[in-house]
């Protein structure tokens, strides 16, 4: 098993970005192998259970009152529909259902409902993640109670980008959360998105800030800008494609988290309906070996079922069944 490593410097990780993309994609997928079933991925589902209306000023969001998307707010959803949604999740083969809402946190009105969302999931046999954003310590205990297994908080980008993504809240805040989801034990989903005008500079401190956290996160989203028409960063992109990201740099991004967070399941997450077959083929490679199906991500279309069994027919590769190896992400000793 690879050595787990908490201690990456900001050079090493830029070296690894640095090399040749065969070396480093060679060295990814032996990484990957000596961790996970190489030809195995997750299937992860999506469903916002409070759309819109968010305070926030993310400025990649459909949802936040700042941005003109047409996303309509709703209130939060019904606990007999959001379990008639995991039930059809469970149906189309999905191991994870993860729930998103679109609050800066949420109000301690609101737990009551969310505990028994996560209970009534739970008991569907199905592994649960919620996104709810900003949490105290007794709110993460709270979920921690009801069974969540996983909590989704993304850091997004650097620590220097970040702040010209999002003025509402600050990068520490933000690690504030992910602190008081560790310590009330649920396993830490947390990652980030590409193509936002970021740097590659930024795309190093962003790999670095997950890479040296106490304890890896056990899920590591990886984003690609979905541009949503009336949000900044949408509307940026619309207005200068050329500012797109580059395919082979998002791969470069998927490897250097795979090699650095050799445990962690890494999530090819939102973006991919505009990604080719042999972009996402090279994602796997590198390493990702996670996905939301469906064909719906929060409030953006996604690839869809059908998209994703022809996908996995054509590369050979299988929905992960039951768990995972156990990862231990914690700091190994170092080998005598
Ligand atoms: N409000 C909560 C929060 O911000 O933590 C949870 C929901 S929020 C929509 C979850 C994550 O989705 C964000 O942190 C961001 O990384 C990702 N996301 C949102 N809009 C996106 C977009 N247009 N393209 C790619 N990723 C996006
Ligand atoms: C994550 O990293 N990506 C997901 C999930 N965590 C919550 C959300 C992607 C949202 C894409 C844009 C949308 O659907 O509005
Ligand atoms: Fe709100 Fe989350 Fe969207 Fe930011 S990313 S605007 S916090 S829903």
Redesign the pocket.
Known sequence: MTQIRTDWTREEIADLFNLPFTELLFQAASVHRENHAPDQVQLCTLLSIKTGG?PED?G????SVKADSGVEATKLMDVQAVLQSAAQAKDHGSQRFCM????RNPKDRDMPAIVEIVKGVREMGLETCM???MLTPKQADMLAEAGLDYY???I?SSPEYYERVITTRTMDERLDTLENVRNSGINVCSG??IGMGETREDRVGFVHTLATLEQHPESVPV?A??P?KGTVLGDMLHDTPLAKIDDIEFVRTVAVARITMPMSMVRLS??RESMSDATQALCFMAGANSIFTGDKL?T?PNAGDDSDAALFDRLGMTALQGEEPMRACKVAEPAE
């Open positions: 968010c993310c990649y969001c459909s949802q998103g809402a679109a609050w996104t709810l954003g989704n908080h993304n997004d980030g998105i984003n800008l979905v949503v939102a973006g929060l953006a």
